[in-house]
């Protein structure tokens, strides 16, 4: 059985930092791409950022750009999202999801394993 767990989410001032931990049991995660997804109170849900199985391709959403950085270390099975100069809109609820094959990009449809999520709560 496939489990993907997040970690790491809180709650912390504008201008603050968190890191984001994916892990995952029942699966090799060197065989999948990887995404962040969050979605907020009454907003449908968004892709953060992606990575593809060797971590040689990613992507941001345009919002995280330049502050937010994905990367994944296969060794320990595991997906961290480091998150930079937090602002109030990037409070959500972040998921982390597992999709097989080398880079899956930023919709939904293509990831088959899905955590629970972490939330992150952004004060100002």
């Known amino acids: 059985q496939v489990q993907v767990v997040e970690s790491g989410g809180g709650l912390v001032q504008a201008g603050g930092s968190l890191r984001l931990s994916c892990t995952a049991s029942?699966?090799?995660?060197?065989?999948?791409?990887m995404g962040w997804f969050r979605q907020a109170p009454g907003k449908e849900r968004e892709g953060v950022s992606c990575?593809?199985?060797?971590?040689?391709?990613?992507y941001y959403t345009d919002p995280v750009k330049g502050r937010f950085t994905v990367s994944r270390d296969n060794a320990k099975n595991t997906l961290y999202l480091q998150m930079n100069s937090l602002k109030p809109e990037d409070t959500a609820m972040y998921y982390c999801?597992?999709?097989?094959?080398?880079?899956?990009?930023?919709?939904?449809?293509?990831?088959?394993?899905w955590g629970q999520g972490t939330q992150v709560t952004v004060s100002s």
């Open positions: 999801a597992a999709g097989y094959g080398g880079y899956r990009g930023l919709e939904a449809r293509w990831y088959a394993y």
């Open positions: 029942g699966v090799t995660l060197d065989d999948y791409a």
């Open positions: 990575i593809s199985w060797s971590a040689y391709n990613t």
